[in-house]
């Protein structure tokens, strides 16, 4: 600390030692009451570097009685206040990037250069732009009759529990509880077991600025800390990045207690490649669309290729060659663009399906990269990005979301056939056409059934752009000014009657 700022740590190792074993609850770094904790461990080494605390049902409650206790001042601050606040939080980010991009290194195994330092720089982005939005949270004057005057007033729902994943653990923070915060909310947030200490972090950060138990933090497990925090009889709604499985779970505990749910449940993506498209272009698009720098770790990523039969080699050969001259190593190395898997329990999962692919008839494996032979990441969860051409659109690679570094490339012969295979998936988050034909891109963006469609690229989610998934990918939109009225306000209608 310095001048009661805190002072950035480079050294992760010692950073993550510091915040072992902590919640943040009313403004304080508290152990879990039980006093338990559970292992986090570098998934480029297999080594343990900390620990988190194991919260139960009285550490959710402790951190929701803290934001409840905080929720009506804070929803008493003029609006614009909260969000220059927030807008503060975002500066006081920006002096963080680098120890941030370390930590997040250190715990999820994501390559410092490609990944970490970009998603570190993100979280400020996006404070800021909700930060500008306080005003924005105005009502409607409606023309019920002449002589009253009938209003709508957008109100604050109370206490929101956001519950986070490990993939891009800072970035879905940011998302969640910038608009949370901005519309007059009190927050808890349950960190994924796997990547706790950066979020802690970042909420710690932010706690210099935001008054205590407005912004709560506990780690834990699922059955163990997530659902007492969706039961809670005092959380008003739910915000959830994660598995179809556990959303579905969420849902149903949000609706026995009738309250809101914005639910980012990942995808099986398509990628619709035209014989027309640039191929170098769509090829590049592939690379970034397919977040091979982040082991392909996306809900996002455009894991099914669909290539026009004319094109498919020279676009696979394409890809192939960008893929290539990418470096799997030490995610802490500059030079390093691929880093680890998350966790073992991942890297089996990714394993089988790769194993899978290679069992099956008339499918073909196209590795690339080569793996790091330093014997000091000897404990690394590396994974060679792998293609697989030959495959259908039902096999089970086809449709079930891996969340690795495993495409599918499949031929198609004509528009209609494209178009059909790209929409004949259990999931809707987001889809890509590449051509350069305005007829077919229109089309497509009509009848492709994604939540956020582009034509000729595949960027990630930014502040501004509503995101968010149709059919399984789950319900609501994050990241932009809709995302804040739609899921963090409740509309009250009020009509005054002075006769
Ligand atoms: P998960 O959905 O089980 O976990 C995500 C978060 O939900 C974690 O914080 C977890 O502790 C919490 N959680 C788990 N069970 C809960 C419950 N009953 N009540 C409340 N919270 C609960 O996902 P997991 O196990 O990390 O990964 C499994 C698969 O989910 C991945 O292979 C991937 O396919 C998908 N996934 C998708 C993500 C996305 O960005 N949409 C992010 C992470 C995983
Ligand atoms: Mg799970």
Redesign the pocket.
């Known amino acids: 600390m310095v001048d009661g700022k805190l002072v950035p740590v480079l050294d992760a190792q010692k950073l993550a030692q510091n915040l072992s074993g902590f919640n943040l609850i009313d403004g304080a770094l508290v152990p879990a009451l039980s006093g338990r904790t559970f292992p986090i461990v570098n998934p480029a080494t297999g080594l343990e570097i900390s620990t988190a605390a194991f919260s139960v049902v009285q550490d959710v409650d402790a951190a929701v009685e803290a934001a409840q206790r905080a929720q009506p001042d804070w929803a008493g601050t003029p609006a614009r206040r909260r969000g220059a606040l927030v807008m503060e939080c975002a500066r006081l980010l920006e002096a963080h990037v680098q120890e941030l991009s370390r930590l997040v290194t250190l715990e999820t195994g994501k390559a410092l250069r490609t990944e970490s330092r970009t998603e570190a720089a993100g979280i400020a982005d996006m404070l800021l732009f909700y930060g500008g939005l306080g005003s924005e949270l105005k009502g409607e004057t409606i023309p019920h009759r002449p002589d009253m005057l009938t209003i709508t007033l957008r109100e604050p729902i109370g206490v929101v529990g956001a519950?986070?994943?490990?993939?891009a653990p800072m970035y879905?923070l940011a998302m969640k509880i910038a608009p949370a915060l901005v519309a007059g909310n009190t927050v808890v947030v349950?960190?994924?077991?796997?990547a706790p200490l950066a979020v802690l972090r970042v909420c710690q950060i932010l706690n210099q600025v935001l008054p205590k138990g407005v912004l709560n933090i506990v780690s834990?497990?699922?059955?163990e800390?997530?659902?007492p925090?969706?039961a809670h009889a005092a959380v008003g709604k739910i915000t959830?990045?994660?598995?179809v499985?556990?959303?579905k779970?969420?849902y149903r505990t949000a609706a026995d207690k009738l309250i809101p749910v914005t639910l980012?449940?990942?995808g099986k993506s398509p990628m619709i490649v035209m014989p027309d498209a640039d191929l170098d272009k769509a090829a590049a698009g592939a690379v970034a669309g397919m977040r091979f720098t982040r082991q392909g770790q996306?809900?996002s990523a455009s894991s099914r290729m669909l290539v026009h039969s004319s094109v498919h080699d020279e676009f696979v050969a394409k890809v192939k060659a960008l893929v290539d001259a990418m470096k799997i190593g030490d995610p802490m190395d500059e030079a390093t663009d691929i880093g680890t898997i998350i966790s073992r329990g991942?890297y089996d999962?990714v394993s089988s399906y790769i194993a899978a692919g290679r069992a099956t008839a008339d499918a073909t494996a196209v590795e690339c990269c080569t793996l790091p032979t330093d014997p000091g990441l000897g404990g690394g969860l590396f994974v060679r990005p792998v293609m697989f051409t030959g495959l259908t659109n039902d096999s089970r690679l086809a449709r079930e979301?891996?969340?690795g570094p495993v495409v599918c490339v499949i031929k198609f012969s004509d528009y209609e056939e494209a178009l059909s295979l790209a929409n004949d998936t259990s999931y809707g988050l987001t889809a890509s056409v590449w051509t350069r034909d305005l007829k077919t891109a229109l089309d497509a963006s009509q009848k492709l059934q994604a939540g956020f469609v582009q034509v000729n690229q595949n960027i990630v989610a930014q502040p501004g752009l509503s995101y968010g998934g149709v059919k399984n990918s789950g319900l609501g939109k994050e990241a932009s000014l809709e995302a804040m009225l739609d899921h963090f306000t409740q509309k009250k209608t009020v009509i005054f009657n002075m006769q």
């Open positions: 519950i986070l994943p490990w993939n879905i349950k960190s994924a077991e796997e834990g497990y699922g059955p800390c997530g659902a925090l969706v959830f990045t994660g598995s499985e556990t959303g779970i969420i980012e449940l990942g996306s809900c991942q999962k979301e891996i969340f």
